[in-house]
């Protein structure tokens, strides 16, 4: 199934997108696509069958904003230099074990949403990620099995960082990585039935109608059962957690200079075929 929410800021409600691509509401059966319901098979179970007896009332797509596709989400889990290509654009060594931070849930937007340029910001850059949303508690997972049966489904993300505040001023990466807007979600979640390889989704970015990201999940050093499992070891995973797996090389910081970062008036738009296509003007903040 697609899952998604549509709506105004703050007043979503839950929807589906059919495979013939109409939308249709599902506030009658479920009050929001959140932890809860992605830990409740029973429910997950009756939108399946209002779903496959098309009995759904449909809504009118035209000018509705889509929201992010997980609402009341605990934690967004990151890893980063989780591709080859893109520690090789570094040049930096492929690290021994996944590298972790975090992103405050405040930061995650809908995937057509504005995205705003710090005040201040001299290198904003862009990042295409699968994103892994849970299904069921995560706790000291043993083995790649385990983890896959604890995600409820992927999704497009965006992990909007900027470079200057994350690697020049100090401390941690929080600095360039929780600016509000900085993680678009979305269009849709995918459940993960419908995704039966994560290891096996094309990603692709372009900034103003130009390529600059073009790459595949089986280039992850660390896979995406294996990213589960190892967080689960540091921390509790909840239902409706987001973990952004990484992004593939072809990033501003990675490019010759002059470095085409991020600026207002810029158009970003990137996609994960079959899970969806984003698209965000950048304004300044």
Known sequence: MKLLRVGPAGAERPALLDPDGTLRDLSALVPDIDGPLLSDASALDRIRAAAAARVLPALDATGLRIGPPVGRIGKVV???????GHAAEFGAPVPSEPVLFLKAADTVVGPDDTVLVPRGSRKTD????????????????????????????????????EREFQNERGGTWDKGKN??????????????DEVPDPQALELRLW???????????????????????????????????IINTGTPG???????????????????ELEIPGLGRQRQELKAA
């Open 207 to 241: 900034v103003n109608g130009e390529p600059m990201q073009h790459g595949h999940t089986s280039d992850q050093i660390f896979p995406v059962a294996e990213v589960v499992r190892y967080i689960s070891q540091f921390m509790t995973l909840h239902p409706g957690d």
């Open 126 to 161: 862009w990042e295409a990620e699968l994103a892994v949303v849970i299904g069921r508690t995560a706790r000291y997972l043993e083995s790649a099995g385990s983890a896959l049966a604890h995600i409820a489904g992927y999704a497009l993300a965006h992990d909007v960082s």
């Open 78 to 84: 990151c890893v980063g230099l989780n591709y080859h």
């Open 179 to 192: 600016c509000e807007t900085f993680n678009p979600l979305g269009p849709w979640l995918v459940t993960a």
């Open 250 to 268: 072809g990033v501003a910081q990675g490019r010759p200079e002059p470095r085409p970062y991020l600026r207002a008036g810029d158009v970003v």
